[in-house]
């Protein structure tokens, strides 16, 4: 059974950054597509950034694009979700996913395994 466990989250000024990591246990690791996920009060889980197995594609939403960057370590089994430049609509529980697949995907509803969550709080 795949565990997932993040860490990093935090409070943060508006314009600070963040790290957050995730370590995933199993031997699929290297195998699968990986996710960074957040879910804020009030509104739907959405996807953040997601990394194909190699880490040689990746994908933003529109929202972090050119703040925030997704890497992933295979010999460590863990993947990064690197933020810079916060804002306080950043501010929101995040969760890393495995992928159902190589490919990452979009969709928050094809992730299969999930962490369980860490609280990232951006002040103004």
């Known amino acids: 059974q795949v565990q997932l466990v993040e860490s990093g989250g935090g409070l943060v000024q508006a314009g600070g950054s963040l790290r957050l990591s995730c370590a995933v246990s199993g031997d699929a690791f290297s195998r699968l597509a990986m996710g960074w996920l957040r879910q804020a009060p009030g509104k739907e889980r959405a996807i953040v950034a997601a990394i194909s197995w190699s880490g040689g594609s990746t994908y933003y939403a529109d929202s972090v694009k050119g703040r925030f960057t997704i890497s992933r370590d295979n010999a460590k089994n863990t993947v990064y979700l690197q933020m810079n430049s916060l804002k306080p609509e950043d501010t929101a529980v995040y969760y890393c996913?495995?992928?159902?697949?190589?490919?990452?995907?979009?969709?928050?509803?094809?992730?299969?395994?999930w962490g369980q969550g860490t609280q990232v709080t951006v002040s103004s």
């Open positions: 996913a495995t992928g159902p697949r190589s490919y990452f995907t979009a969709s928050p509803r094809e992730y299969v395994s």
